[in-house]
Each structure stands twice: as structure tokens, then as C-alpha cells.
Nanobody, 124 residues
Framework: QVKLTETGGGSVQAGGSLRLSCQASGTSYSTYSMGWFRQGPGKLREGVAVIGEDGSTNYAESVKGRFTITKDNTKNILYLQMDNLIPEDTATYFC??????????????????WGQGTQVTVSS
């Protein structure tokens, strides 16, 4: 059974940093696009960052220049480095995986694999 487990969430002040991790177990995700979605209080879910099989990346405009997505295929771990956090980044962050291309990832309503989420709270 495939499982995605996110860790690394927490509470920080604006301007701070956090690194989220997503451990995939039960399968290798090296051939999948892997990424992060988030859903803030009273907001719709939105795609944040995605990395493709070839290492290509795509980011939401709101996080470009502040967030960096990487992966370690040998350990089956996906990372999201979040710097210069702002209160608007407050949300539950979900790890996800799907065989579609990075260009189509954010448009997905459902993904093959989905984590349980980790909370990020940024105070002003």
C-alpha cells in the first residue's frame, strides 16, 4: 500500500523558514510528478510546487522566489523549502503524486497519491 507522510510543519513568524518533507513508502515515485498543494482557512485548495520525473519544476506565482521543491529519489523523499514566509502562507500542506506532467499537475482535482497534511502557521 502506498503511503505519503508529511512532516516539518509548525508555527513561525513572518520572515522565517520551514522545510517540509514527504516520505513515500510502498512504491518508488521516481517516475511520477510529485508536488505540494495547500489549503488555507476559508480558501480553495491550490497547487504550490511540483517537480517532474526529469527534475523540471513549476511553482505558483505566489511562492516563486521563496519556495524550493527538491526530491531525493534514493530515499523516496520530497522536500519543500519555504523561506521568507508570510501570513498568507498559513495553510495545511499536502504532498501528492501523479503520473501527469508538471504542467498539468496543479489542475488535478484528484491525484493518485495524497498525504494526510501538515499544518503551517505564519504569524505577523
Amino acid at each position: 500500500q502506498v503511503k505519503l507522510t508529511e512532516t516539518g510543519g509548525g508555527s513561525v513568524q513572518a520572515g522565517g523558514s520551514l522545510r517540509l518533507s514527504c516520505q513515500a513508502s510502498g512504491t518508488s515515485y521516481s517516475t511520477y510528478s510529485m508536488g505540494w498543494f495547500r489549503q488555507g482557512p476559508g480558501k480553495l485548495r491550490e497547487g504550490v510546487a511540483v517537480i517532474g520525473e526529469d527534475g523540471s519544476t513549476n511553482y505558483a506565482e505566489s511562492v516563486k522566489g521563496r519556495f524550493t521543491i527538491t526530491k531525493d529519489n534514493t530515499k523516496n523523499i520530497l522536500y519543500l523549502q519555504m523561506d521568507n514566509l508570510i501570513p498568507e502562507d498559513t495553510a495545511t500542506y499536502f504532498c501528492a503524486g501523479d503520473p501527469v506532467s508538471p504542467a498539468a499537475f496543479f489542475k488535478l482535482r484528484r491525484t493518485h497519491y495524497w498525504g494526510q497534511g501538515t499544518q503551517v502557521t505564519v504569524s505577523s
